[in-house]
């Protein structure tokens, strides 16, 4: 079984950068699949982007180059590097582990506002 912690999240300007973190525990962290999802205020979570444990990318179209993905398995920390900041990025940002069953964090707060 894994934790997951995120951090990073906060306020930005349209346009701007963030990068959030994911610190893992508790498991073997190279074996999980990992991603970001993002819950918009009264909308669905939704899919933003994953990393497999083979280091296999995948986005959603709406953050296409401008988001990236990546993992340091030797840290058990996943990141999402968030540029080009949209005010409908405001969500919050969940880490996902999936090894048999999903995990998931507590979520970190992402606000795009000028």
């Known amino acids: 079984q894994v934790q997951l912690v995120e951090s990073g999240g906060g306020l930005v300007q349209p346009g701007g950068s963030l990068r959030l973190s994911c610190a893992a525990s508790?498991?073997?962290?190279?074996?999980?699949?990992m991603g970001w999802y993002r819950q918009a205020p009264g909308k669905q979570r939704e899919l933003a982007a994953t990393?497999?444990?083979?280091?296999?990318?995948n986005y959603a179209d709406s953050v296409k180059g401008r988001f990236t993905i990546s993992r340091d398995n030797a840290k058990n920390t996943v990141y999402l590097q968030m540029n080009s900041l949209k005010p409908e990025g405001t969500a919050v940002y969940y880490c996902?582990?999936?090894?048999?069953?999903?995990?998931w964090g507590q979520g970190t707060q992402v606000t795009v506002s000028s």
């Open positions: 996902n582990a999936f090894h048999l069953r999903p995990y």
């Open positions: 990393i497999t444990n083979g280091g296999s990318t």
């Open positions: 508790g498991s073997i962290f190279s074996i999980y699949n």
